[in-house]
């Protein structure tokens, strides 16, 4: 079992940055992968970011490439979102979440690809 807790999450303006962590606990060196997700009102579930836990790669959706950044700590176990030139469409609960399967590209933007979830936590950018 993997506990994942996100914290950071705020109301920004346009242009602004905030910073996302996600803290795990439990079984985490069996984690393949970690990733952030995103949820608008009335939206799916849809993918942000991912980084591999052993070799740290990181993959980004288009909509975010250029202004996120995803990074891991292996020894504190907590993942990273780092979030600049937040536009109001990025706006949305923000979920983090682990996958310990055999983890691929081809298949990181499915929900069902990953094993565990944290609560969410809210980001809110304003115009």
């Known amino acids: 079992q993997v506990q994942l807790v996100e914290s950071g999450g705020g109301l920004v303006q346009a242009g602004g940055s905030l910073r996302l962590s996600c803290a795990a606990s439990?079984?985490?060196?069996?984690?393949?992968?970690m990733a952030w997700f995103r949820q608008a009102p009335g939206k799916e579930r849809d993918f942000v970011a991912a980084v591999t836990w052993t070799a740290g790669n990181t993959y980004y959706a288009d909509s975010v490439k250029g202004r996120f950044t995803i990074s891991r700590d292996n020894a504190q176990s907590t993942v990273y979102l780092q979030m600049n030139s937040l536009k109001p469409e990025d706006t949305a609960v923000y979920y983090c979440?682990?996958?310990?399967?055999?983890?691929?590209?081809?298949?990181?933007?499915?929900?069902?690809?990953?094993?565990?979830w944290g609560q969410g936590t809210q980001v809110t950018v304003s115009s």
């Open positions: 979440t682990a996958s310990q399967r055999r983890w691929t590209t081809s298949r990181m933007h499915y929900t069902g690809e990953y094993d565990y």
């Open positions: 439990g079984r985490t060196s069996s984690s393949s992968a």
